[in-house]
């Protein structure tokens, strides 16, 4: 059927900028007096169907009757509808961004338009029909719903809907949480602000802004669905402020998230569940399969996921980031040792008595494999003692004297050690062995040699070095620490030639006949000296002035010297001098059964 052109109607009305079709419809229906927009397309010959549904034609046939310009009418008519998009002003948002069943007006804009223009003033906005368009541009108050005519027919029959509309309920909204809705309008009349968001379908921005909103300003467990359409306002505009500075906002925003919750290992669901649930449920509109692979990646380099476990609904197919405990064992490191090197590089830190740990950063595969290869030969303590054959704290003792060399030093000064540098400590005493030379019937291993030369292990590695004393070396290949053997009559000379008119104690022990603990008592009590050392030496071992040994020894004598001097039993010598009234030499408070000579003679 051919329609002929119409002409505008005597009793029109003009549009208000950014009114649709429909209501302009039904507001000269109403002023020219018939029941319902329904009954006036048809006295009209306007398709009311396809007028509902955007049809350009029709809307240009409204445009006719009211004698405006069509291009302008249509532009904020969602309009020329698609299979999933419908077009508004410079945009074409896809359907799922509309809210058609629930009709939302201003009440502000309503009551303004009656009082002005009588019952068929109240208009109806075409962004007005956007979701996430919530409040008047012009009153800044909240959009509300209109109750819904009798028939669903009528719901677009805007100007008598609004009869049942509460004129009364204006929630004002703040200038700041429009921020989003601002972004849109101004997307909708085709000015860009140049952001990230522009690159994002229009109906993916709001949405997006809306739901990473959510979460910054509700938190991981706000339910979308008691979200109240103010609470998604300020959410909105609070994901708009931060996504507008890209993807990157995006992450850091996350990350902060991620840092507040505290010390440990946290799951990507605790800190972002509400926004990734949500993400994950967009499966089915490709338009989101972009931010959804970003936010994966962003997932999968910044926690701990696992091959196989599907994250945004997107299978792991490579492990990227791993726990302390999962690194660890994956790249075959120490545990301590790792906690160590990345306490050490700021990638955690520790917090607290508890010592819980606080991930800033979880280890990269290619960070665990750099430290792997660093670590490779690197012992720890006990493990450094077992592989020199010494204990641990002789091992720390050498460490101190700078005898053997640490490669660092990991919680509560635990040293750990390079192989190499325990094996320069090895080698250095190889080379003080002389394989020519005839072994030495007195040779002991060292550990065995410093009591019976009365002086510390270390004293007696200063003395090797020192005095270039010869070793012996048991073992074949690989000797470890009591492989090597020493002369103990070699080292006790080394003493004695240590410091001049000395002799080490076990020398000043055999000529008075007495045990060291005695020399040492002596030496204590002020009857023996010990002889002066030179600034520079290292030794530091106690040894006698042989003339205050000399000196002592023509005037006292000790009870086994005597009895080999008598050639008779120390006991019975002893107990016969006693019961004569000899009286022993009394010094450091104790009895050492040493007699003066004049007592005795
Ligand atoms: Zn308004």
Same mark, same amino acid.
């Given at each position: 059927?051919?329609?002929?052109?119409?002409?505008?109607?005597?009793?029109?009305?003009?549009?208000?900028?950014?009114?649709?079709?429909?209501?302009?419809?039904?507001?000269?229906?109403?002023?020219?007096?018939?029941?319902?927009?329904?009954?006036?397309?048809?006295?009209?010959?306007?398709?009311?169907?396809?007028?509902?549904?955007?049809?350009?034609?029709?809307?240009?046939?409204?445009?006719?009757? &009211?004698?405006?310009?069509?291009?302008?009418?249509?532009?904020?008519?969602?309009?020329?509808?698609?299979?999933?998009?419908?077009?508004?002003?410079?945009?074409?948002?896809?359907?799922?961004?509309?809210?058609?069943?629930?009709?939302?007006?201003?009440?502000?804009?309503?009551?303004?338009?009656?009082?002005?223009?009588?019952?068929?003033?109240?208009?109806?906005?075409?962004?007005?029909?956007?979701?996430?368009?919530?409040?008047?541009?012009?009153?800044?108050?909240?959009?509300?719903?209109?109750?819904?005519?009798?028939?669903?027919?009528?719901?677009?029959?805007?100007?008598?809907?609004?009869?049942?509309?509460?004129?009364?309920?204006?929630?004002?909204?703040?200038?700041?949480?429009?921020?989003?809705?601002?972004?849109?309008?101004?997307?909708?009349?085709?000015?860009?602000?140049?952001?990230?968001?522009?690159?994002?379908?229009?109906?993916?921005?709001? *949405?997006?802004?809306?739901?990473?909103?959510?979460?910054?300003?509700?938190?991981?467990?706000?339910?979308?669905?008691?979200?109240?359409?103010?609470?998604?306002?300020?959410?909105?505009?609070?994901?708009?402020?931060?996504?507008?500075?890209?993807?990157?906002?995006?992450?850091?925003?996350?990350?902060?998230?991620?840092?507040?919750?505290?010390?440990?290992?946290?799951?990507?669901? &605790?800190?972002?569940?509400?926004?990734?649930?949500?993400?994950?449920?967009?499966?089915?509109?490709?338009?989101?399969?972009?931010?959804?692979?970003?936010?994966?990646?962003?997932?999968?380099?910044?926690?701990?996921?696992?091959?196989?476990?599907?994250?945004?609904?997107?299978?792991?197919?490579?492990?990227?980031?791993?726990?302390?405990?999962?690194?660890?064992?994956?790249?075959?490191?120490?545990?301590?040792?790792?906690?160590?090197?990345?306490?050490?590089?700021?990638?955690?830190?520790?917090?607290?008595?508890?010592?819980?740990?606080?991930?800033?950063?979880?280890?990269?595969?290619?960070?665990? *494999?750099?430290?792997?290869?660093?670590?490779?030969?690197?012992?720890?303590?006990?493990?450094?003692?077992?592989?020199?054959?010494?204990?641990?704290?002789?091992?720390?003792?050498?460490?101190?004297?700078?005898?053997?060399?640490? &490669?660092?030093?990991?919680?509560?000064?635990?040293?750990?050690?390079?192989?190499?540098?325990?094996?320069?400590?090895?080698?250095?005493?190889?080379?003080?062995?002389?394989?020519?030379?005839?072994?030495?019937?007195?040779?002991?291993?060292?550990?065995?040699a410093t009591p019976a030369c009365q002086c510390s292990t270390l004293e007696l590695?200063?003395l090797?070095?020192?005095?270039?004393?010869?070793?012996?070396?048991?073992?074949?290949?690989?000797?470890?620490?009591?492989?090597?053997?020493?002369?103990v009559?070699?080292a006790k000379?080394?003493i004695g *030639?240590s410091s001049?008119g000395a002799i080490s104690m076990s020398e000043a022990a055999g000529k008075l006949v007495v045990d060291t603990v005695t020399i040492r008592n002596l030496v204590s009590a002020g009857y023996l000296s010990a002889a002066p050392k030179?600034?520079?030496s290292?030794e530091r071992w106690l040894v006698i002035d042989e003339a205050s040994v000399t000196t002592f020894g023509e005037q006292y004598i000790s009870a086994a010297g005597l009895a080999r001097e008598?050639?008779?039993?120390t006991a019975?010598l002893c107990r016969?001098l006693y019961?004569?009234?000899v009286e022993p030499l009394v010094f450091n408070g104790e009895n050492r059964i040493i007699f003066r000579r004049q007592d005795v003679s």
């Open positions: 059927m051919m329609l002929s052109p119409l002409k505008p109607l005597p009793l029109y009305v003009s549009p208000v900028r950014g009114e649709s079709a429909t209501s302009l419809a039904s507001r000269i229906a109403r002023k020219n007096g018939t029941a319902s927009l329904q009954s006036f397309c048809a006295d009209m010959s306007i398709s009311y169907r396809a007028l509902k549904v955007g049809d350009p034609v029709e809307i240009e046939r409204v445009a006719a009757l &009211a004698g405006c310009d069509p291009t302008t009418l249509r532009n904020w008519t969602p309009h020329a509808p698609s299979k999933t998009n419908y077009h508004l002003g410079a945009e074409a948002p896809r359907f799922t961004a509309y809210s058609r069943s629930t009709i939302r007006g201003c009440p502000k804009c309503v009551a303004e338009a009656l009082a002005e223009h009588g019952p068929y003033g109240p208009f109806h906005l075409g962004a007005w029909q956007l979701t996430s368009i919530r409040t008047c541009a012009k009153h800044q108050c909240m959009l509300i719903e209109v109750p819904p005519p009798q028939h669903h027919k009528h719901s677009y029959d805007f100007a008598r809907v609004v009869d049942n509309m509460d004129l009364k309920d204006i929630q004002l909204v703040a200038e700041n949480a429009r921020s989003l809705e601002r972004y849109l309008h101004n997307r909708l009349e085709g000015v860009s602000d140049g952001s990230w968001l522009d690159s994002l379908d229009f109906h993916v921005a709001p *949405q997006l802004c809306e739901n990473f909103g959510l979460l910054l300003v509700r938190g991981p467990k706000a339910s979308r669905a008691e979200t109240t359409e103010q609470q998604w306002l300020v959410a909105g505009a609070a994901g708009y402020d931060a996504l507008r500075n890209g993807p990157d906002q995006m992450f850091a925003a996350l990350e902060e998230l991620r840092m507040k919750a505290g010390p440990g290992c946290h799951t990507y669901g &605790a800190i972002a569940g509400s926004f990734l649930t949500w993400l994950s449920q967009r499966e089915d509109d490709a338009a989101f399969n972009g931010i959804r692979q970003m936010v994966f990646d962003f997932i999968l380099r910044t926690y701990p996921v696992v091959v196989g476990s599907t994250v945004l609904r997107i299978r792991c197919d490579m492990q990227q980031v791993y726990s302390l405990r999962k690194g660890a064992k994956a790249y075959g490191i120490d545990e301590r040792m790792l906690r160590h090197k990345l306490l050490e590089r700021g990638d955690i830190s520790k917090s607290g008595k508890s010592g819980a740990i606080t991930y800033r950063r979880y280890p990269s595969g290619e960070t665990l *494999q750099q430290l792997a290869d660093e670590t490779t030969g690197l012992l720890r303590g006990f493990d450094a003692a077992d592989y020199l054959g010494l204990d641990i704290h002789l091992l720390r003792t050498f460490v101190v004297e700078g005898l053997v060399k640490k &490669a660092g030093e990991m919680a509560r000064n635990a040293p750990y050690f390079r192989r190499k540098d325990l094996d320069a400590f090895l080698g250095r005493l190889y080379r003080q062995t002389r394989p020519e030379l005839e072994p030495a019937n007195d040779e002991v291993s060292l550990i065995a590695l200063h090797i070095f020192e005095h270039d004393i010869p070793l012996r070396c048991a073992a074949g290949t690989d000797p470890r620490f009591n492989d090597f053997l020493i002369s009559e070699r000379t080394a *030639q001049v030179t600034a520079k290292s008598l050639r008779r039993d019975n016969e019961k004569n009234g």
